[in-house]
């Protein structure tokens, strides 16, 4: 039975889009299934934003085949993991757990490395330096729960 791990974040165009891209890059994909949501459903069907695609590119990855769509309450038991990468999309997909075993489900991506952060800042409105810091950050988390799923 695979492990299934969902990538959150506010509009599944920028971080989560990565954050995907990124872990099924490190997996064994007959061992773990990735995939990716939004707590908003601003972008639903849309791809990921260009400037995350440009640095997924740049980095190796193609994520040109994801498609947005937003998170729903049938993902928390659909998912063994469910990684956030901010504590408002933190709050907004705990406060969907019907029980404290959905719950537990739930964690903020970067509380998997000592970074001196923990959240992955939103870099829509940033330029495309932001960009490649969050691929940075996430490239790390995604490391050490590679490590732990492979």
Do not use: W
């Not at 959150?8 to 872990?23: K, T, W």
């Not at 049938?74 to 969907?96: G, Q």
């Not at 800042?121 to 330096?129: I, K, L, Q, R, S």
Request: aromatic share 8%; with cysteine; glycine share 6%.
């Amino acid at each position: 039975m695979k492990t299934k791990v969902l990538m959150v974040c506010l509009g599944n165009i920028c971080r989560s889009p990565l954050a995907e891209g990124i872990l099924q890059s490190k997996v064994d994909p007959d061992k773990v299934f990735v995939d990716s949501a939004g707590t908003a459903g601003y972008h639903v069907g849309n791809p990921p934003d260009k400037r995350s695609v440009a640095v997924a590119k740049k980095h190796g990855l193609n994520i040109n085949h994801q498609k947005c769509r937003k998170f729903s309450k049938a993902d928390f038991s659909e998912f063994d993991h469910i990684y956030v990468m901010d504590r408002s999309n933190y709050s907004d997909v705990a406060s969907l757990a019907a029980n404290q075993e959905q719950a537990s489900k739930v964690k903020l991506l970067l509380s998997e490395v000592e970074l001196g952060i923990k959240e992955v800042p939103d870099p829509y409105y940033g330029g495309d330096n932001g960009f490649e810091n969050v691929y940075q950050m996430i490239d790390r988390a995604c490391e050490e729960i590679a490590k732990k799923l492979n």
